[in-house]
């Protein structure tokens, strides 16, 4: 038989036998050799966490491709390996894998080189027996050999050697399979108790601790006298302790999720009862720290500290804080710990506010004044520093002490033109005013004022005012002589902000009503410059709900709406954001599909790492309209884009509101946690 005939002779072995089963390398084997490789006792939970100096990179490259039967590039490594590291634990081993390799392709010559190679460097080794034994089954090799005959030459060492190969590349299905069907051809080898054991070792590998268990007992059991007898025994035992633990924290986990439920569900009375009961039951479980930030969560939100009447507000925010700290002092590591500690800094601001808000429900102003003008002090930058501004000026209002009141609203209306609480002054500015003109007999005198202010605003080139200011003045007064021009100073303060699509849609509705005759022309021209801004992509928009849409075709818009949405969800944004751009200003605004619209084109800056656009587009959504599946990924991109823009406060705050209407089940949730974590790092100056 020629070496031809002989390479398609072992090619065919490799498709009824699954692959020649060969001796193989001695990592994780049981002789001397092995221990001085990976340098640990007999059994290693997880090869993976050996610490491999470069020599034992190297090595494992090699392995690794001889696993992957890539014997031509185990050939070129092991001989480049081999000029780098001449001497060395692994030489052996290395030369041994080349001779196999070049047996494994077929190339019968070179194979008997490396065999005898292996014997004449490393005499009275066992890389040397497995050379040997390789070389006398190719001495049985010749022209009379057939398959049959051929296939019987296997031995139970080269067997075993190849299951264990597949177990040190962590391919244990494919192990298990081995290790079986050899336990089953050789019952009696004496590598049948090893064969036993690293069967079990890879179903603990694969965490099926009770099949695990089970055969690591087959070892005792059938191999009494066995070595391999004390490393089952301890694995028994772990096996046994592992399941143990396993079961209590399923059933903990359980119990956890029940109770969290009831807190989802606003049940805060049963919610804080049921965890104060865990708590005490299993005061080891790793639940313990969640369960009390829970109940001071409970506590935080039972204290409903807006429902205007305070019950019990100040009580519940005590209970909340004292919760908080446990979490902080028993457990500052965990992930809860950095919550808890914003919490805390929250409500005491909030208590600050409360306190100042019964002193004006008992009518007690000056001690009320007094409250929201150390809270502002205390805190000038926070989500309740224009409410003390707003109560402040209430304070005064209801004292009839009207300059004061009106100095307060107007910090309001100034200094947070986008809070809430900024329309109310607003009202409260032009009630007061209406209470004075009427005391002068001109009631008109309001009216003027206000749009007198907008022609100051333009004139003095503060155009975020104008724009904030004039809406409201066409809002409120709809009939009022000055609209028209309201409405040109309007789209003027939004021209020479850049904010093109804004200012397009109030020229457009003075060309079409005709409401400014003689000044038709300078409109036309702004209009047409506006047109060739946008076209040109040269500013984004500021806000597209300026004016209400006019087009009859409303399905034709939600047709495409979808389609745009869809096409960004199946990755292909730029055919997408030209849909959906061509949408600006079709929808009504404050709608469903405003609000779904903003959020994708929020997220297609996002995606495309255009943070400060997509930070714009989501602050234009109102979250309530969205739907709840669109709604998880708003918080998240919206809080991310904040992040990368460095508006932290803006990122927290939606945090927390993405936490009160998801769970930790949902698929953005870890990575808003690791999100706030990182804030808050940056914060603290780490």
């Known amino acids: 038989m020629n070496v031809k005939l002989v390479a398609y002779v072992l090619a065919g072995l490799l498709v ?77 081993n290395v030369l041994f894998k080349i001779a196999e390799s070049y047996y494994r392709l077929g190339d019968l010559a070179e194979a008997r080189n490396g065999y005898n190679g292996v014997i004449k ?65 050789y019952p009696n080898s004496d590598l049948a108790p090893n064969a036993q054991y690293w069967l079990a070792e890879c179903y603990y590998g694969k965490d099926d601790l009770r099949r695990a268990k089970r055969e ?133 601001r909030i208590v600050f506010y409360v306190i100042a808000r019964k002193a004006y429900l008992a009518k007690d102003y000056t001690t009320a004044i007094e409250n929201f003008r150390e809270y502002v002090n205390r805190y000038p930058s926070t989500e309740l520093t224009a409410n003390c501004f707003y109560w402040a000026g209430i304070c005064y209002f209801e004292q009839e ?37 009427e005391g002068n007999g001109n009631p008109e005198e309001l009216f003027d004022s206000e749009f007198v202010r907008l022609e100051k605003y333009y004139k003095n080139g503060e155009f975020a005012n104008l724009v904030v200011e004039g809406e409201r003045f066409i809002s409120n007064n709809p009939n009022d002589v000055n609209v028209p021009k309201a409405i040109f100073l309007v789209g003027e303060g939004y021209y020479e902000q850049g904010n093109f699509a804004n200012a397009i849609g109030y020229y457009k509705r003075i060309l079409d009503e005709n409401l400014l005759p003689k000044e038709q022309e300078i409109v036309q021209t702004r209009y047409d410059n506006c047109l060739r801004n946008l076209d040109g992509n040269s500013t984004p928009s500021q806000s597209e709900e300026g004016i209400s849409p006019t087009t009859n075709t409303i399905s034709d818009d939600k047709a495409k709406l979808n389609e745009g949405v869809k096409l960004c969800f199946d990755g292909q944004w730029n055919e997408g954001i030209n849909i959906l751009s061509s949408l600006k200003g079709k929808f009504t605004p404050g709608s469903e599909d405003q609000a779904l619209l903003f959020t994708w084109i929020g997220a297609y800056y996002y995606n495309s790492k255009d943070y400060a656009k997509g930070k714009y587009y989501y602050s234009k959504v109102d979250a309530d309209k969205l739907r709840l599946k669109d709604k998880d990924m708003y918080y998240s991109g919206f809080a991310f884009s904040c992040y990368r823009v460095n508006d932290f406060d803006l990122a927290l705050n939606l945090i927390e509101q993405f936490k009160q209407n998801f769970n930790p089940d949902n698929t953005y949730y870890n990575g808003l946690e690791t999100l706030k974590s990182a804030i808050i790092r940056r914060q603290q100056g780490n």
Request: charge should be neutral; include cysteine.
């Open 401 to 437: 002490q009207y300059d004061n009141a009106l100095a307060e609203f107007e910090k309001v209306r100034s200094e947070y033109p986008k809070h809430h609480k900024a329309k109310d002054a607003l009202i409260k500015i032009n009630e007061i005013k209406k209470l004075r003109a």
């Open 121 to 185: 460097s490393f005499p009275g080794s066992q890389m040397a027996k497995y050379a040997q034994i390789k070389l006398d089954l190719l001495g049985k090799v010749d022209d009379s050999s057939t398959m049959d005959s051929f296939l019987k030459l296997e031995t139970p060492e080269s067997g075993y050697q190849e299951c264990r190969d597949l177990y040190k590349g962590r391919d244990f299905d494919k192990a298990i399979e081995g290790f079986e069907a050899f336990l089953s051809k």
């Open 216 to 348: 690591f007992e087959r070892v005792v059991e059938n191999y009494p006298n066995s070595r391999k007898v004390p490393s089952a025994n301890r694995k028994i035992l772990m096996s046994s302790q592992k399941l143990a633990r396993n079961d209590t924290e399923d059933k903990l986990k359980h119990v956890y999720e029940s109770l969290y439920k009831k807190y989802e569900k606003r049940d805060y009375k049963e919610a804080i009862s049921g965890f104060k009961d865990f708590i005490q039951k299993y005061p080891d479980s790793k639940y313990v720290p969640n369960a009390y930030y829970w109940i001071a969560e409970c506590y935080y939100a039972a204290a409903n500290y807006q429902d205007g009447v305070y019950n019990n507000t100040l009580i519940n925010f005590k209970l909340s804080q004292d919760n908080f700290r446990i979490v902080i002092s028993k457990f500052p590591d965990n992930q809860k710990a950095d919550d808890a500690r914003i919490k805390l800094k929250k409500i005491e």
């Open 16 to 92: 009824v036998m699954g692959g020649v089963y060969a001796v193989g390398e001695l990592i994780f084997s049981d002789d001397a050799v092995s221990s001085r490789v990976v340098n640990t006792p007999d059994v290693i939970d997880d090869p993976q966490e050996d610490v491999r100096s470069s020599v034992d990179n190297e090595y494992a490259k090699i392995v690794e491709h001889f696993n992957q039967q890539d014997y031509e590039q185990v050939i070129r490594l092991s001989n480049r390996f081999l000029q780098e590291y001449p001497k060395n634990h692994f030489t052996s």
